[in-house]
């Protein structure tokens, strides 16, 4: 049981049934609609008598029990027929409301600003329904009739409404008839969400269809909470979407949002929000407002309107609120507003020509799909009150349009204008006049009421040509047209599929919804000054994903008036390639900072959030944008140092070549041959040697030429040091050999000269082979050095191999210089040690100053480091050890004769 206290004294209770076929008792406030449901109170510890005592409601128990303790007045537009159908419009868009101080009968509610394209969609329910009872093919022999009620945009009317559509509007019923059906099979309505929430809750208990024409709010999807309503307009949730894929196609990130506080506004913006963050737009400022809130807060919202740094405005509203704003917009002259508009208030006409020329031109949004029904237009001139004796609604449509007044009595709803007007004769013409009754082209709203009465219509169809049998309900039964439930034809409106004249199909999905259908709309100023609604694309859900979204974009006029320029809306300008997102402390993703990428990364796209870190081999180029090949270094041939390198060791090739030339050609002097001349040449070829292994540390590394770098290095310089410890240690023996029974120079003779120098250049070359047998020297890029060269250079393979060869060269070259240096202060005739010495010393200091170079050196130039030092050792070999002879030879031949080496102090 449900009890509620009912707090105003004008009630209807009734006794029906429910879908199930449970008895109920229903009382309900007539004016607030508040209501209070028993069900089985037969069953109930709680007598019926005392709980509706407890809601301040005491039936009688004999004769009539269903009582409208004070009529209603709800002016209506009514025919009957063999099957009713209940219509609930927005007529008038405004309700007067009288304060009650609960010690009389609460007047009835007037109702005000009558609405002209409201009417129209009553008129196109008639329209309806007379062409149905025209066709032939559809519900023969059967006649629709309608019962058609204004809810002047009130959820209270709305109820009101509904419960006089469900049990007439007569003072008393007997209890026969109140335990019947309802009055009405199906109820067409209601306009504003909020008006069908509330009728959709008030009827759903009893099982009557509700088929709504254009509430969209997504809430009514959910059939546990509305399990008898039904729309032919699409819901927000699809509408929500497709702003949001509108916001974003445009390229804005940061706009204002607008709605209204009801329903309507709170779920569709909702949606929207939802859709559109996940899209990675924000939302700069959201404010909300009803149409009966003070002006200040209108005026705050168009202030935060008029700061914000954002003009693209996306407005979820209805119309009478957007009227509001627009007007407040206008007193403070608020203009360059990019509105983004929904459906319930884009089309319509919020301000007069001239200003919507300057406030509205360029707004974009959705609408209903227009569609010119056949006949309605002339249906629509047709309506004239001689059609409607007395029916208060029509006249009052008339004296609005022509402005003139009709002689009756007491009024119950107002007209739009005051004053002294003139009387109305009957003769004016509809067609003669401009307004929103009859628009150059229909909105999709007046199709959506057409669709809805067709629907009921072939539902009402269907449960006709039902075969006994074969029927949906228990036992395979039909239900009879002329005695059915109204939760039977629940059945048929959820499975009905027909197609409309304009080639459409209709049909509800398992949510009750249809299949959404827009169009993408333009407001744009014309030739004449006037904005005019222009179609730049549509959204058709029953297409291909492919083609369920088109759009002209170039045909749309913008805010700005600039042409096709789309105006920009966005907190922080996009981060070009290059750049990176930064994100900004305690501010929305929008609004951020661009920071260059580090070296070595890259973004290639707008607004990349992260920079991508580049291949080891490549590097990003000057503007960060995208990755490009390392680049190569290593000592080439065609370079200048390269080039300048080659000439030296050409220059040494020929200089040791023109060296051996005077040798062999002066090989019987005795300078010649007081230096060994064997060793001389073989010293020679070694140097010869040096200077062509020098070639091979230029040019681009290779498996073969890191291989002979280094092992030709090693086994050449040590031919060379050998030879020279050679001709070092023969001056030692020599010297010892003059003294008094000396047999060294004997243990000295050539044969010992050319094995010593093949000794220890064999195990040079033993360690090399191992060398190159077990872990040979590589081309290796090294990228370690430099972030953004690579550097080809040969990795020397085996550590310990390459510290024996070069271990072993140090060596030799150091007994070498020992020797030499203790034999520099031999007699004059001997002193070739003292050259030995010099050319030692300078060897060695290359060497030693070469580690620290060749380790500071970058890139190529360590290469050129070990080149220049195997240059300039071989240089100081070759010079000082055959300079003076070569001296000797060729430019004081007089003293190279035996004579003058015998004698004492005579210098070589």
């Not at 407002?289 to 202030?303: A, G, L, T």
């Not at 006037?530 to 297409?543: C, K, Q, R």
């Not at 291909?544 to 759009?551: A, G, N, R, V």
């Not at 030499?820 to 005739?829: G, N």
């Amino acid at each position: 049981m449900l009890g509620v206290r009912l707090r105003r004294p004008e009630l209807l209770h009734c006794v029906g049934k429910n879908i199930f076929g449970c008895q109920l008792i229903l009382v309900v406030d007539v004016n607030s609609w508040t209501t209070a449901i028993v069900t089985d109170p037969c069953s109930m510890a709680m007598s019926p008598l005392l709980f509706l005592f407890f809601l301040g409601a005491v039936p009688e128990m004999h004769g009539i029990v269903c009582k409208l303790r004070t009529k209603a007045s709800l002016p209506d537009l009514s025919k009957d027929g063999d099957v009713i159908l209940g219509g609930i419009f927005t007529i008038h868009l405004d309700v007067i409301n009288d304060f009650h101080l609960f010690t009389s009968i609460p007047k009835n509610t007037v109702c005000r600003s009558f609405g002209f394209a409201f009417f129209r969609r009553a008129q196109t329910m008639i329209f309806a329904i007379e062409e149905i009872n025209q066709n032939e093919n559809l519900l023969p022999g059967i006649t629709l009739g309608y019962h058609i009620h204004d809810d002047c945009s009130s959820p209270a009317i709305a109820s009101k409404a509904a419960f006089a559509l469900i049990n007439g509007e007569e003072e008393s019923i007997e209890y026969t008839e109140c335990g019947g059906s309802s009055n009405v099979a199906a109820i067409v309505g209601c306009g504003p969400s909020t008006n069908s929430i509330v009728t959709a809750r008030t009827i759903g208990s009893f099982g009557i269809p509700l088929v709504s024409y254009s509430s969209t709010c997504s809430c009514l999807s959910d059939k546990r909470e509305y399990p008898t309503f039904f729309r032919t307009s699409p819901s927000d949730q699809y509408q929500s979407k497709i702003l949001a894929e509108l916001v974003k196609t445009f390229g804005w990130t940061w706009i204002g949002t607008i709605r209204s506080d009801t329903d309507y506004g709170i779920f569709g913006m909702q949606g929207f929000v939802k859709h559109v963050e996940n899209l990675g737009v924000c939302i700069a400022y959201s404010e909300s407002f009803y149409r009966s809130d003070p002006p200040e807060k209108i005026s705050k919202i168009v202030q935060v309107i008029k700061e914000a740094s954002t003009k693209v405005v996306v407005a979820f509203a209805h119309a009478a609120e957007m009227r509001i704003l627009l007007n407040e917009m206008l007193r403070e002259n608020v203009t360059g507003i990019q509105w983004i508009g929904s459906e319930a208030w884009v089309s319509g006409n919020l301000l007069p020509q001239e200003e919507s020329a300057i406030y509205l031109a360029g707004t974009i949004g959705l609408a209903t799909r227009r569609t010119e029904i056949d006949g309605l237009r002339d249906h629509l001139h047709s309506v004239h009150p001689s059609n409607f004796p007395g029916n208060i609604l029509v006249e009052e449509f008339w004296e609005t349009l022509f402005t003139c007044s009709f002689t009756r009595g007491n009024k119950t709803y107002t007209g739009s204008f005051m004053g002294e007007v003139r009387h109305c004769t009957g003769n004016e013409r509809i067609e003669d006049i401009e307004s929103t009754y009859l628009p150059a082209t229909m909105e999709g709203s007046s199709y959506h009421v057409y669709k809805a009465v067709y629907s009921i219509a072939y539902a009402l169809h269907n449960m006709l040509t039902c075969v006994e049998g074969h029927g949906p309900f228990m036992n395979n039964t039909c239900a009879h047209i002329s005695n059915f439930e109204p939760w039977q034809l629940l059945h048929y409106i959820r499975t009905v599929n027909f197609t409309a004249k304009t080639g459409e199909t209709v049909y509800f999905d398992e949510n009750g919804d249809p299949v959404p259908r827009y169009e993408f709309v333009n407001l744009q100023m014309n030739l004449n000054g006037t904005v005019e609604i222009v179609n730049v694309g549509y959204y058709d859900g029953s297409a291909p994903p492919e083609s369920k979204l088109k759009m002209q974009i170039d045909d749309i006029v913008w805010s700005t008036g600039w042409g096709n320029l789309i105006p920009r809306a966005v907190c922080s300008e996009p981060c070009l390639p290059g750049t990176r997102k930064v994100s900004r402390k305690g501010q929305p993703i929008c609004c951020f900072d661009c920071a260059e990428c580090a070296a070595g990364e890259i973004s290639n796209v707008t607004d990349s959030t992260d920079c991508i870190q580049c291949p080891s081999e490549y590097w990003s180029n000057q503007g960060n944008t995208q990755c490009v090949l390392k680049k190569v270094e290593f000592l080439s041939f065609g370079e200048v140092l390269g080039f300048v390198l080659v000439a030296l060791a050409i220059v040494g090739v020929s200089f040791t070549l023109g060296t051996a030339v005077i040798f062999y050609r002066n090989r019987e002097t005795p300078v010649v041959k007081a230096n060994n001349s064997e060793l001389s040449f073989l010293l020679l070829f070694a140097l010869l040697l040096c200077f062509i292994c020098s070639l091979a540390f230029i040019g681009e590394p290779t498996e073969w030429s890191c291989m002979l770098r280094r092992t030709a290095f090693g086994i050449v310089f040590v031919l060379c040091i050998s030879c020279i410890l050679g001709k070092t240690i023969i001056v030692v023996v020599a010297f010892k050999a003059t003294l008094p029974n000396s047999s060294m120079m004997s243990c000295f003779g050539p044969t010992q000269q050319r094995l010593g120098v093949f000794v220890l250049t064999f195990l040079q070359s033993i360690v090399c082979i191992f060398w190159l047998s077990l872990s040979p020297p590589y081309p290796l890029q090294n990228m370690s050095h430099y972030r953004d060269i690579i550097i080809l250079e040969c990795d020397v393979g085996s550590l310990t191999a390459f510290y024996v060869v070069s271990s072993y060269i140090a060596l030799l070259s150091i007994v070498c210089l020992v020797l030499a240096f203790l034999a520099r202060k031999l007699p004059d005739s001997f002193n070739d040690a003292k050259y030995i010495t010099f050319s030692m010393l300078i060897f060695c200091a290359v060497w030693i100053t070469f580690i620290p170079a060749y380790v500071s050196s970058p890139g190529k130039y360590t290469v050129a480091v070990e080149v220049f030092a195997i240059w300039a050792s071989s240089f100081g070999l070759l010079v000082c050890i055959f300079a003076p002879k070569c001296y000797i030879i060729l430019l004081k031949p007089e003293i190279n004769t035996k004579k003058h080496m015998m004698t004492k102090g005579t210098s070589l």
